[in-house]
């Protein structure tokens, strides 16, 4: 998983609340067996209106996503981050989340930022206002700060620790690769063994 320490990048202002997993990645493209590949159909039934603001060519290669209330609520699908990712963003901005969506989150890379609405809508009214203003996120520092926009936001140490060291589970287990060899080496021959 890729480090997140500090981003800075401009915005896709999705003024909407509420927005479920299905809405995020619909159910019939949740067949493929690789992570990736799933963000040409992120927003895919809300895609299909011109002025949708995925559409917009002002917000092309925006890498932050900001969003209404309760995002991500709904099914507890990855599937929803994975498209989130491979569309290019690192981060969603919003009031709030459904929490399993943010657990996915930080478990994939994608640092949720969770921030008060009066906050939310002053990064929305700037991005629409103007589409090339960029948004800092300091992981470190965990701040947000854009033009008349400087706000802290909570994130407990450990999943602090994790995307700062880009660790997801599979990363953790294997900074233990040296200690689960050793134990597997005396585990009697008749039992079955870890392989690589």
Not at 110 to 139: C, F, G, K, N, Y
Request: net charge negative; charged share 25%; aromatic share 10%.
């Amino acid at each position: 998983m890729e480090k997140f320490t500090v981003h800075t990048g401009r915005a896709l202002p999705l003024d909407r609340s509420d927005v479920d997993t299905d809405q995020i990645i619909p159910a019939q493209y949740l067949k493929r067996v690789e992570r990736t590949g799933y963000g040409q159909f992120l927003f895919d039934e809300w895609r299909k209106d011109p002025a949708f603001v995925l559409n917009d060519s002002r917000f092309d290669g925006a890498s932050i996503l900001i969003a209404g209330p309760n995002f991500g609520s709904g099914s507890s699908r990855e599937h929803a981050v994975w498209a989130i990712e491979d569309a290019g963003f690192r981060a969603v901005i919003a009031p709030s989340f459904a929490d399993i969506f943010r657990n996915n989150c930080t478990k994939i890379g994608v640092l949720p930022v969770e921030l008060e609405l009066e906050a939310v809508r002053a990064l929305l009214d700037a991005v629409l206002d103007d589409p090339s203003t960029e948004i800092t996120i300091d992981l470190h520092d965990r701040r947000v700060t854009a033009p008349d926009v400087q706000e802290s936001f909570e994130i407990d140490d450990y999943t602090r620790w994790r995307l700062t060291e880009g660790l997801d589970d599979i990363g953790l287990t294997m900074q233990s690769a040296d200690t689960i060899t050793a134990f597997e080496a005396t585990r009697p021959g008749w039992l079955p063994a870890a392989t690589s």
